[in-house]
């Protein structure tokens, strides 16, 4: 069994489309306003970039399917990694310590005294 | 293995390790086994933007702050010249596939200076970002607005992390990610120079295909981690 070679034209192509994709999601970060949307599409512009590059440059195209199951083995993990650890964030009453408003006095206070204080005031609250 | 292709193996017999049956199956193991690499080094990466991913997610708005400091037009530009780099490393596979001698050195030598340009550039952004004190660690300061608590002593170290601020947490990902990946840039950069060399001195790369394809998986790699650095730290910004 031979590897079919991919043609200097088609590199050129999938090139030219890598570049395009490249300025739309320059444009669309730096004028559009996408709001809840912008994280889904960047990253779906750059899978989609990354599948042109795999396919054709890295030749998964032509690839055994030993190769295939190796990289989707590796994908999977990553995908248990993302999930289960976001899901863990996103679920916690987890970010900024609230810290009370700055007093004359506290603006003294070297930092570690400043978060003492803080830690202090959120354990009054419960 | 057919006959038509058994015989371009009997000829590159001294090139086959002795426990490989023939070129096709070594070509086929090497190759898997750079996959196998890639593999633990999307897991590598794919930490790294875990952390970052989650880190973001508490602090949206200081992160976006953070990154409106980064140069998207040198980004930008870097991630076109990392792009047209792997057109030339896909450009060398095919020219020693195809046995061209001539082309595979040309489109080695040019991928070596673009992926050179890339890190010259990469250079200059960090030694402006020295410059403007947002360095965690050596330099981090940012000017105060409105928030007194988290602009007190920015760039005392002494303060415990969580009490200092979420940008300089955005910088500290920026350095790590684009740093780790200057070091995968090294590290692709100093292979093509080897082989750029033995391709100069005699008939590497043309007999067998195989060192370049592989390394060509490599460096296709480290721009797929580009591709996905320069919209998560330099573009996402509301």
């Known amino acids: ?126 | 293995m057919s006959p038509s292709t058994s015989s371009p193996a009997e000829h590159d017999h001294h090139l086959v390790a002795h426990h490989f049956e023939n070129l096709e199956q070594q070509r086929d193991i090497n190759t898997l086994g750079m996959w196998v690499f890639l593999g633990t080094e999307i897991l590598f990466f794919g930490g790294l933007f875990t952390a970052y991913a989650a880190m973001r997610s508490i602090w949206p708005g200081p992160f976006a702050q953070a990154s409106d400091k980064l140069s998207v037009e040198l980004g930008g530009a870097n991630t076109a010249i990392l792009l047209t780099s792997s057109l030339t490393m896909a450009l060398a596979v095919w020219a020693s596939q195809t046995a061209q001698r001539r082309l595979l050195q040309l489109f080695l030598a040019l991928t070596l200076l673009f992926g050179a340009t890339f890190l010259v550039i990469k250079g200059t952004e960090w030694y402006h970002e020295y410059t403007e004190n947002l360095v965690p660690g050596v330099n981090f300061s940012w000017p105060r607005e409105g928030d007194p608590v988290r602009e007190i002593g920015l760039a005392d170290t002494s303060v415990p992390t969580d009490a200092r601020d979420p940008k300089e947490l955005f910088f500290v990902f920026y350095f790590i990610i684009t740093g780790l990946h200057a070091l995968h840039m090294i590290v692709g950069l100093a292979v093509l120079s080897i082989q750029l060399t033995l391709a100069l001195r005699s008939d590497f790369g043309v007999r067998d295909y195989t060192p370049i394809e592989v390394s060509g998986l490599y460096w296709h790699f480290v721009d797929v981690v580009w591709i996905f650095v320069f919209p998560l730290l330099y573009l996402l910004r509301h």
């Open chain 1, 1 to 126: 069994m031979t590897h079919p070679t991919i043609s200097p034209r088609t590199y050129v192509a999938v090139f030219a489309a890598l570049i395009l994709l490249t300025l739309l999601t320059a444009w669309l970060g730096a004028t559009a306003q996408l709001g809840a949307w912008e994280i889904p599409v960047a990253l779906g512009i750059a899978t989609v970039k990354t599948l042109l590059v795999g396919l054709f440059f890295m030749h998964l195209i032509h690839s055994s399917k030993l190769t295939w199951l190796v990289i989707l083995s590796a994908l999977l993990a990553l995908a248990i990694m993302l999930a289960l650890t976001l899901v863990d964030y996103w679920t916690r009453p987890y970010g900024p310590v609230s810290l009370p408003p700055p007093t004359s006095s506290a603006a003294r206070l070297d930092g570690s005294e400043r978060l003492t204080a803080a830690r202090g005031s959120v354990g009054r609250e419960q």
